[in-house]
């Protein structure tokens, strides 16, 4: 800073007030500390910032799988409102595993980042550490047990009923299920919702129409074969994640199964390819750009809260999910 005010002619003082945007400095140094900077290749130290501040206008991010698009427009919902502030984003992957989960939680605690969005892949508390600490954080999708506050969530088991009523109204009875983690509140209110809707109609399911899936390719993949192999096969299917989605429809065509005439799908997450195949697929669409700006309005309330001593707990946001109906769901040949 020394050598920039050396440079431009002018106060550290002066370099300071323009740097933190304070003060009244006129244009023409502002101009001439701007051109010092660039001509210094000068940037100021944000950590040393953020220790004199006591705030470094960063905040981190955690999700299970960066690749996943779901996360991606909850992303692109939290960096718009980030950037309107003046805010940065620190974007972590914990690849499903409650160890990452937590070195990731550590690292940007010691980073000094304001706060963290987290979409939690463990149902244990591994924030618990963190939260004695005052620390603000904010669960986005997923939420551990007994997160009553502090969380922006869509309303799952509501999502999946309406979901899989859709297909009883077309005639399925034989409806089967790929279900995401159910150790995550995501993947156990998604077959909630799914159970509930039977039970409701008064259809019994086998135990092999229920197939225990991971949120990942493969497992959609794995499972769509197998329920498509059984004697009796299901007349429609109800995938819990996009991601599982695309495993299953893969499967479908590697068995040269037509949907919807021999087997009806239902995916959740209305992800951009869903209407690049044939047929257009039926899914729950998620408010994935609301949850990522709802998120960081209420983790920012966190941070004010932490900064005045207050307290800043808000109950739990529960937005609502809306079904895309489309070609992929039909009545059943075969009742």
Request: aromatic fraction near 6%.
């Amino acid at each position: 800073m020394r050598d920039v005010a050396r440079l431009a002619g002018v106060s550290t003082a002066t370099v300071s007030a323009v740097l933190n945007g304070k003060g009244t400095v006129s244009p023409e140094l502002t101009l001439r500390v701007e051109k010092a900077m660039q001509a210094l290749d000068y940037h100021p130290d944000q950590i040393a910032r953020s220790l004199r501040v006591g705030r470094s206008n960063v905040i981190g991010m955690i999700v299970p799988d960066v690749s996943n698009l779901f996360y991606a427009e909850i992303l692109r919902g939290v960096e718009e409102s980030c950037q309107k502030i003046g805010y940065s984003v620190i974007l972590s992957g914990s690849s499903d595993d409650s160890g990452n989960e937590r070195r990731h939680l550590e690292t940007l605690y010691a980073r000094r980042v304001d706060g963290v969005l987290l979409a939690s892949s463990v149902s244990e508390a591994a924030y618990d550490r963190l939260t004695l600490r005052r620390f603000p954080l904010v669960f986005v999708d997923s939420v551990p047990a007994g997160v009553t506050s502090g969380a922006v969530v869509v309303d799952n088991a509501e999502a999946a009923f309406v979901a899989t009523n859709h297909l009883i109204g077309l005639g399925h009875r034989r409806i089967a299920i790929i279900t995401g983690r159910l150790d995550r509140s995501v993947g156990l209110d998604r077959m909630n919702g799914y159970r509930r809707a039977l039970r409701e109609a008064g259809i019994w399911i086998p135990d092999d129409f229920v197939m225990h899936g991971d949120f990942h390719v493969e497992s959609g993949y794995k499972y769509g074969a197998e329920l498509m192999r059984l004697p009796t096969p299901p007349t429609a299917i109800f995938c819990c994640n996009n991601r599982m989605t695309l495993g299953l429809l893969r499967a479908l065509s590697e068995q040269r199964i037509n949907c919807p005439n021999d087997v009806s799908v239902v995916g959740f997450d209305d992800a951009d390819w869903a209407t690049s195949f044939t047929p257009r697929l039926t899914c729950v669409a998620q408010p994935t750009y609301e949850i990522g700006k709802r998120a960081i309005g209420m983790l920012l309330k966190k941070i004010d809260a932490a900064d005045a001593d207050g307290a800043g707990q808000e109950p739990n946001v529960i937005l609502h999910a809306e079904l895309q109906v489309r070609e992929s769901t039909g009545h059943p040949r075969d009742k």
